[in-house]
C-alpha cells in the first residue's frame, strides 16, 4: 500500500491564481481530512469527508473547497490565492477509530 | 470547542534527564494520539491511547492518559539527541458519527549533548 499520496510537494502561486492540492488513499478509509500547518502551530483542519459525497467544514475553511467523487481521492481547491494560505497542507484518512494515516504534505507558498 | 493545550512548548534538555511533556484538553474524549513530526517532515505516528489509565512505552518514550483529569503525559527517559523533534497531541473529537482530530500547538524538544 502507497498510505496517503499528496501532489504537488511544493508549489508557489502568485496571488490571486488557483490551484487544485491532490490527495489520494489506497486503504479505502472511510475518512479523508486536510488540515494545514503555520509555523509554531499544530495542525488546523480545513475540510473533512466521512465518506464518497459527503463532506464538512472544519475549523478554518474560509478560501477552500473540496469534492469528495470517490472513496480514493481528495482534492482540496483554493480560489484566488491569498499570502495567508502560505502553509503546508497535509492531507490524511483514518477508518473508524483504527488510527490516521498523513500524507507528506505540500509545501505552498503563495507570493 | 474542544481546546487542546500542550505545555511547554518548547524545551530544551540535556542527554540523560528524564522530563514530561503535558496535554490538557477541554472536554470529554476517550481516544488521544502523540505524534512526532521532524523538520520539513510529516507526522508519525507514536501512541493511541485508548481509555482511561492507559500506559504506553516505547524505548524512551511512555505515554498516559487520564480521561477524568482530561491530561495525558509523554515521558522522556534518559534523553538523547535523536529525540530531538517536534511532539503533537491530538484528541480525537468524535461528533455525530463522524471522527476528527484536534491538534495541541507542539512541543519543540532540543536535546543538547
Known amino acids: 500500500n502507497a498510505g496517503v499520496t499528496q501532489t504537488p510537494k511544493f508549489r508557489i502561486l502568485k496571488i490571486g491564481q488557483s490551484m487544485t492540492l491532490q490527495c489520494a488513499q489506497d486503504m479505502n478509509h472511510n475518512y479523508m481530512y486536510w488540515y494545514r500547518q503555520d509555523p509554531g502551530m499544530g495542525l488546523k483542519l480545513i475540510y473533512y469527508s466521512v465518506g464518497a459525497g459527503i463532506t464538512d467544514k472544519g475549523e478554518v475553511p474560509n478560501g477552500y473547497n473540496v469534492s469528495r467523487s470517490t472513496t480514493e481521492y481528495f482534492p482540496l481547491r483554493l480560489e484566488l490565492a491569498a499570502p495567508s494560505q502560505t502553509s503546508v497542507y497535509f492531507c490524511?484518512?483514518?477508518?473508524?477509530?483504527?488510527?490516521?494515516?498523513f500524507g507528506n504534505g505540500t509545501r505552498l507558498t503563495v507570493t | 470547542e474542544l481546546k487542546v493545550e500542550q505545555n511547554p512548548l518548547f524545551l530544551s534538555m540535556q542527554e540523560g534527564k528524564n522530563y514530561t511533556i503535558y496535554c490538557n484538553y477541554s472536554t470529554t474524549s476517550d481516544r488521544l494520539y502523540w505524534y512526532r513530526q521532524d523538520p520539513g517532515k510529516s507526522l508519525e505516528s507514536l501512541f493511541v491511547l485508548l481509555s482511561n489509565g492507559a500506559v504506553k512505552q516505547e524505548g524512551r518514550l511512555m505515554a498516559s492518559l487520564d480521561t477524568k483529569a482530561r491530561l495525558s503525559t509523554l515521558h522522556i527517559t534518559a534523553a538523547v539527541h535523536d529525540l530531538s523533534a517536534t511532539y503533537f497531541c491530538?484528541?480525537?473529537?468524535?461528533?455525530?458519527?463522524?471522527?476528527?482530530?484536534?491538534f495541541g500547538k507542539g512541543t519543540k524538544l532540543t536535546v543538547n549533548p
Open positions: 491530538a484528541v480525537d473529537l468524535t461528533q455525530g458519527g463522524s471522527e476528527k482530530l484536534v
Open positions: 490524511a484518512s483514518s477508518y473508524s477509530g483504527q488510527g490516521f494515516h
